[in-house]
């Protein structure tokens, strides 16, 4: 499971409200992603990061925001939730020669009601 | 930025039967394309990939070919098992960007 936790890994919360979702790693991987998987989009990336303090938007960032204090934790947060944030997100690790093979967390499931 | 087509969304083979799905990209410029496999409720797994100076890789009944001309690479599977059944996920990047980009998936049934 390449040493990837989420949390929480599931919320129901309601629009307007703040949420933020949490990736840990524990093998010290200098790239960071995170996804939103929802049917008929595959996965898109929301924002990634490629070392502490240092992130950058992905294709969907609208409405999202990341911080990385600590090689260990990535946190993705939703400023004020809507409706359309509804998804599947997942946090992935870059690992490999050239940092390309990508690793999957567990995923975090988010209702916003 | 990169454009990843997969085909088919749903695909069924008898148990031993073989399947393939192909992906198309945009970008020339892609040079890794890994392929996933999620199982319902889970998450994605990388499951093989190739690089743009390899036309073929294999590793036991899955492959995956690469014909960079035509901008198109394919997942085969052979001797299908239920086990098998999941949804496969086809991605292409370019090396130094650091964005995967990915097809939107294809549900394969494999029918005991």
């Known amino acids: 499971d390449a040493g990837i936790t989420q949390s929480p890994r599931h919320k129901v919360t309601e629009t307007g409200t703040p949420v933020t979702l949490r990736c840990h790693q524990t093998?010290?991987?200098?790239?960071m992603y995170w996804y939103r998987q929802d049917p008929g989009h595959g996965l898109r990336l929301i924002h990634y990061s490629y070392g502490v303090k240092d992130t950058d938007k992905g294709e969907v960032s609208d409405g999202y925001s990341v911080s990385r204090s600590k090689t260990e934790d990535f946190l993705l947060t939703l400023e004020s939730a809507t409706s359309s944030q509804t998804s599947v997100y997942f946090c992935?690790?870059?690992?490999?020669?050239?940092?390309?093979?990508?690793?999957f967390g567990p995923g975090t499931r988010l209702t916003v009601l | 930025g990169e454009n990843v087509e997969q085909h088919p969304s749903t695909l069924s083979v008898q148990e031993g039967d073989s399947a393939v799905i192909k992906c198309t990209y945009s970008?020339?410029?892609?040079?890794?394309f890994p392929w996933y496999k999620q199982e319902l409720g889970k998450r994605p797994q990388l499951i093989i990939d190739i690089r743009s100076n390899v036309g073929e890789k294999k590793d036991q009944r899955i492959a995956v070919t690469l014909n960079k001309t035509a901008k198109h690479f394919s997942l085969h599977i052979t001797e299908t098992q239920p086990e098998d059944s999941a949804v496969y996920f086809c991605?292409?990047?370019?090396?130094?960007?650091?964005?995967?980009?990915f097809g939107t998936g294809t549900r394969l049934t494999v029918i005991p």
């Open positions: 992935a690790i870059a690992t490999g020669t050239s940092n390309n093979e990508q690793f």
């Open positions: 970008d020339s410029a892609s040079n890794y």
């Open positions: 093998e010290n991987h200098r790239y």
């Open positions: 991605a292409a990047l370019r090396v130094g960007a650091n964005n995967l980009f």
